[in-house]
């Protein structure tokens, strides 16, 4: 056996351990990317580097092996600033979109390209759960929402934009109007109390989400109808059986509401007694109405930046209170936002910011790029739909005519995960300067994306392990070499046997699962 110190830690392991292993049976966390135990190693990436007290020394701990009274240190600022370094070098060269710019503009962040596959296939109930991930009101917002998705949708540089908002209606109606309503698992009651004035959409929004999270809201809301201000949209736009199935929902996920509850300074009071939180959702604010002795600025309440938190604790202020939109979907994203901070403040006593996770973004398509893009997508025109909104048939092939310019690994991709864990910021290419975007599709396997490479070369050796007949390989040199199938051979014949292996092992978004039915 070897005895050695990382971190001040003793640790003893066998004759020929690698410095990393090591670390790992300590419980000491060094992060890899192009290290695996399922293939033979070849050292590339750089982000295992640790050092040599001794020395001073950086090296590769994934593949050094350990030595008798070595002492090691993982985590000081020379060894941090080598990774960021390392994650900087893979990040220059690398042209992908975590997201997809849809998705990026939508104000609640809702995955669309994946709704959109899972339209595509038929698969409607998990499109719903997809959808309510983020959204809460699916079939009110089907109905009135101006659709910014849709000015950012890439497809509109060929014809016209997918018809995001009309599919999610699609999705949210075939739920709506059956008996078996939607309702994920609950998390066990966690004991706290949330209250929340007013039951607009960014009350109810964030009632949902808090309710699915354990915590027992009560709505209080001064009108004898629930709503706030969807009620003063017509019923030619928001028929009124679709906003209160809608609430109905939400309520059935153990939500109670209080109607024609107003609250004045002395019930505030009461509230600020018996419940764990409060989140104000009263909608615009207009002359004379009580805002129960929190900050006000010239547009409404004022909160901390990302986390709704008011002037005085525990009390958050969301939509329209803050500031007037005619943006519902601005209001419900933020019912979800401060949903994940309360629960937060309520496990830990700690309000942490809303985190914007890293996600690297290339800009626009050329020409040549669009025709990659189109090969997963129908040449269809947009789909109409009418005042029922669409057909099952009209939402497959609209939902068919998405371009899917997401990442297809964006969950696992470890270089997504190390670039948000060190706050790396990725510069922006312009279409001239980055090199040009291709993707390979094997419809029964993968998605590769060369792009999204760290030529870490695991597929290179996995193919080569499984016996693949001809599997992937190292193509040119220098700078410009690149990994693809041997002698030029199409995706399909590289990854006869070991597309779902290789998807697997893959660190990044570059090598992914066409059918995804692990991210779902
Ligand atoms: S490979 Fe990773 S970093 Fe790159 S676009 Fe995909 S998820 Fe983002
Ligand atoms: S084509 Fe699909 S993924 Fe791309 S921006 Fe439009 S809806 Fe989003
Ligand atoms: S495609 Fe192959 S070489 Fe490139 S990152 Fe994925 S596993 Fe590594
Ligand atoms: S994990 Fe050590 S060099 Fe990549």
Redesign the pocket.
């Known amino acids: 056996m070897v005895r050695l110190t990382i971190n001040s830690k003793t640790v003893e392991v066998p004759e020929g351990t690698s410095v990393w292993q090591a670390a790992k049976s300590a419980e000491i966390d060094v992060p890899t990317m192009c290290y695996t135990e399922e293939a033979e190693h070849f050292t590339s990436c750089m982000v295992c580097l640790v050092k040599d007290v001794a020395s001073g020394r950086l090296f590769a701990s994934c593949s050094t092996p350990v030595f008798e009274g070595q002492e090691v240190i993982t985590n000081d600022q020379e060894t941090e600033e080598s990774r960021v370094a390392a994650l900087e070098l893979l990040l220059s060269e690398?042209v992908?979109?975590?997201e997809a710019p849809c998705q990026l503009v939508c104000p609640a962040h809702m995955n669309i390209p994946l709704m959109n596959r899972l339209i595509a296939r038929g698969d409607f109930a998990k499109a719903l759960e997809v959808v309510k991930r983020d959204i809460a009101i699916p079939a009110i917002l089907g109905r009135i929402c101006p659709a910014p998705c849709e000015a950012g949708c890439r497809r509109k540089q060929v014809d016209e934009a997918v018809a995001i908002c009309h599919l999610k209606r699609y999705s949210a109606d075939a739920d709506v109007g059956n008996a078996t309503q939607f309702l994920p698992e609950l998390a066990l009651p966690s004991g706290k109390k949330v209250a929340i004035i007013g039951s607009g959409p960014a009350g109810l929004s964030a009632a949902w989400y808090l309710q699915l999270k354990g915590h027992q809201v009560t709505i209080f809301e001064k009108n004898d109808l629930a709503g706030g201000e969807l009620l003063n949209i017509g019923n030619e736009f928001l028929p009124r059986e679709v906003l209160d199935q809608e609430i109905s929902v939400i309520l059935s996920a153990g939500a109670k509401i209080s109607l024609n509850q107003t609250i004045d300074e002395s019930g505030f009071s009461k509230l600020l007694d018996e419940f764990d939180a409060i989140i104000v959702a009263i909608g615009t604010i207009k002359e004379g109405m009580p805002i129960f002795g929190l900050e006000k600025g010239s547009q409404g309440i004022t909160v901390q930046k990302n986390s709704y938190l008011t002037s005085q604790p525990k009390v958050f202020a969301i939509g329209n209170a803050l500031r007037n939109s005619k943006m519902a979907v601005r209001s419900a994203g933020q019912g979800k936002e401060v949903a994940t901070i309360i629960d937060n403040f309520l496990k830990t006593a700690v309000v942490l910011p809303y985190q914007e996770r890293?996600?690297?973004k290339f800009g626009r398509l050329s020409e040549f790029e669009f025709e990659h893009y189109l090969k997963d997508s129908e040449t269809a025109p947009r789909q109409h739909a009418g005042v029922e909104g669409f057909s099952m048939e009209a939402a497959m092939t609209e939902a068919k005519r998405c371009m899917h310019c997401d990442?297809r690994?964006?969950e696992s991709?470890v270089?997504?995960k190390l670039?948000d864990d060190f706050k790396i910021s990725q510069r922006r290419f312009s279409t001239e300067e980055r090199k040009p975007v291709e993707k390979l599709i094997h419809r029964q396997g993968v998605v590769y994306e060369s792009n999204?490479c760290i030529k870490c070369g695991i597929c290179v050796r996995l193919t080569r392990q499984y016996k693949e007949e001809f599997g992937f390989t190292f193509v040119g040199r220098g700078f410009d070499v690149k990994v693809g199938v041997s002698f030029n051979e199409g995706i399909e014949k590289g990854l006869a046997k070991t597309a779902a292996i290789v998807a697997k092992a893959c660190p990044?978004?570059?090598l992914a699962r066409f059918d995804e039915e692990e991210q779902i």
């Open positions: 690398h992908g979109d975590c890293f996600s690297s990442c690994n964006p991709c270089l997504r670039s999204k990044t978004g570059a």
